[in-house]
């Protein structure tokens, strides 16, 4: 017990978290009272996040994004969510920043957005301790129409700060070669590139993630482990994967930690990492995330610093950075 507190405490990089996601639900209510804006249905009676399955969390997750509406908004929730990472012991994050919920893809209200983000962020690298960088999504199942904006405003603000581009939102729609422009565009612009795949579709979606889109990184990915070629190509080729384990039982892709494949997946030679995805609505953190795959797997502190020297490996961030980071 005393060696699974310890290795809840060990030092963390995050490289896959939503930046909605990760707004705690006193938050969000705080703020609909503020504005007046209706919530029902989003809390259940004791306060959490009311959900019945994927496809519900999403339309849950874009409800509490409705009193997300100025730059300022944003900058508090920044604030909040990195508190929240350094009292987990996580020292760098990148977190998902969507142009369609920060501006509607208008270049001129995004960096504004990014601007209040970057303050926010700025003063918590200063008081916390934790570093903080985007990356840009777009979201799958607002269609590829609404990730050319999206990935447009990515490029125009890539740099040091705005390092990656990417996309969440529902795997079950449309078909990622569809996303080819958006992901060409962020590429040329000099970002690096990451998508979700592999959580609710099998491997072929992984596949096209990694010889279409060419991404660097997978999020979640873990249904690679349907086709064991697939597994090796990620091995070989070094494609890391951004593991959710948490949210992944939490949304029942898998039944419980024990029949989660990022064991398997490590032993097969892939690069994996550790995230919470969107904490609050999966009820985690990443001191638990450690804790409990310490726990299950019957891993010790040099398996878990390994995922952690993983994601600082993989983080999109510039080498000066990485280094403070190692
Ligand atoms: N948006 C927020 N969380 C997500 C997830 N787990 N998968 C896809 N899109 C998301
Ligand atoms: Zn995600």
């Excluded at 944003?74 to 990472?85: D, F, G, K, Q, S």
């Excluded at 999020?219 to 080729?237: F, M, N, Q, W, Y």
């Amino acid at each position: 017990e005393e060696d699974l507190a310890q290795i809840a405490d060990l030092p963390k990089v995050e490289l896959h978290l939503h930046h909605e996601g990760a707004a705690p639900p006193a938050f969000i209510r705080g703020l609909a009272k503020e504005k007046s804006v209706n919530l029902s249905g989003v809390f259940r009676e004791d306060g959490s996040y009311a959900y019945r399955d994927f496809v519900h969390f999403l339309s849950v997750y874009e409800a509490a994004t409705q009193v997300l509406q100025t730059p300022r908004d944003y900058a508090r929730l920044t604030t909040a969510l990195l508190e929240e990472c350094a009292a987990n012991g996580v020292i760098y994050c990148e977190t998902f920043l969507s142009p369609d919920f920060c501006g509607g893809g208008d270049l001129g209200a995004w960096r504004e957005y990014l601007h209040a983000i970057r303050e926010a962020a700025d003063a918590a690298e200063r008081d916390l301790g934790v570093t903080l960088r985007g990356v840009v999504t777009c979201i799958r199942h607002f269609g590829p129409e609404k990730s050319r904006p999206a990935a447009r405003c990515a490029a125009e603000t890539a740099g040091d700060w705005i390092v990656g581009f990417g996309m969440g939102g529902d795997e079950n729609r449309g078909e990622l070669n569809q996303f080819l422009y958006a992901f060409d565009m962020a590429r040329e612009a000099g970002l690096k590139l990451t998508t979700h795949a592999g959580e609710w579709r099998g491997p072929s979606e992984v596949r096209s993630a990694v010889e279409d889109l060419r991404v660097a990184r997978i999020g979640h990915g873990v249904r690679a482990i349907e086709d064991l070629a697939l597994v090796d190509l990620l091995a070989e080729t070094g494609v890391v994967l951004e593991v959710c384990p948490g949210s992944n039982v939490t949304l029942g892709v898998y039944p419980n930690l024990a029949k989660h494949p990022i064991a398997e997946l490590r032993d097969r030679g892939v690069k994996v990492t550790v995230s919470t995805d969107d904490p609050p609505f999966f009820h985690t953190n990443m001191r638990r995330e450690y804790f409990n795959l310490a726990n299950a797997f019957q891993w010790d502190a040099d398996v878990l610093r390994e995922l952690t020297r993983n994601a600082a490996d993989a983080a999109f961030c510039d080498d000066d950075t990485r280094e403070k980071i190692l």
